[in-house]
């Protein structure tokens, strides 16, 4: 679950080439689950002088991280990733005040997953079937003020919320079933109480319930 950053320096830390960027350009953090795709887009950006690059992440947790601690406008975010989906960070980010504009950069062709970007407050989408001019198109209308996503029906109504949970959102969900506290939660699964605080909090909305007792209840129906 690395996150990186230019040149192998901390956050805490940044390059000098990072302070002194052109105030002009515009600042990208990436997330996504393989490295060859950050890669590929670390270097595509970094190459270009219109970008600086702050950060890559390798899953959402770790994008998370980066929002709080790092200065960026713009967020790439794959949509299936480990420990916190797409889904999961646009829910969490439009909590924060000024937070970055996301844009979906996914090779998932459910036409579901550009309807839920739009919906949960994401500003763009681009599949990764377009060729990468594409993805820096996306991003210079992002950082300009413009949503870009392709056609979809908005109309259509969701299905079943138990299926939208990520692999994270559940082991929360069984954790909860065994009457596990945040803490002890946080403890078994190596991350910090405010990741925790988080997941419940999109696993709350995804199953339209208020709290871990009717969550709970929402698990036990789903299994038998």
Not at 50 to 63: M, P, Q, Y
Request: include cysteine; glycine fraction near 8%.
């Amino acid at each position: 679950m690395a996150m990186t950053y230019p040149f192998g320096h901390h956050a805490d830390n940044p390059p000098e080439s990072m302070s002194q960027a052109d105030p002009k350009s515009i600042e990208i953090v990436i997330a996504d689950k393989s490295p060859i795709v950050q890669g590929g887009l670390g270097r595509m950006f970094e190459d270009d002088e219109r970008f600086t690059l702050v950060a890559t992440a390798s899953d959402g947790e770790r994008f998370m991280e980066a929002v709080e601690r790092l200065r960026f406008s713009i967020g790439i975010i794959g949509w299936d990733m480990p420990y916190m989906d797409g889904r999961a960070v646009l829910q969490a980010v439009r909590e924060r005040p000024n937070p970055p504009r996301l844009i979906v950069y996914t090779g998932n062709g459910s036409p579901e997953i550009p309807r839920q970007t739009m919906q949960l407050g994401g500003a763009g989408f681009c599949s990764k079937r377009e060729p990468p001019s594409r993805l820096v198109e996306t991003v210079i209308a992002v950082s300009e003020g413009r949503m870009v996503f392709p056609f979809m029906d908005m109309s259509r109504p969701g299905g079943d919320p138990y299926a939208t949970l990520t692999t994270r959102e559940q082991e929360l969900l069984a954790s909860l079933a065994k009457g596990r506290t945040n803490a002890q939660i946080a403890g078994d699964l190596d991350i910090s109480l405010n990741t925790v605080k988080f997941h419940l909090k999109n696993l709350y909305s995804k199953l339209t319930v208020k709290n871990r007792a009717q969550a709970v209840a929402h698990y036990l129906k789903s299994h038998g």
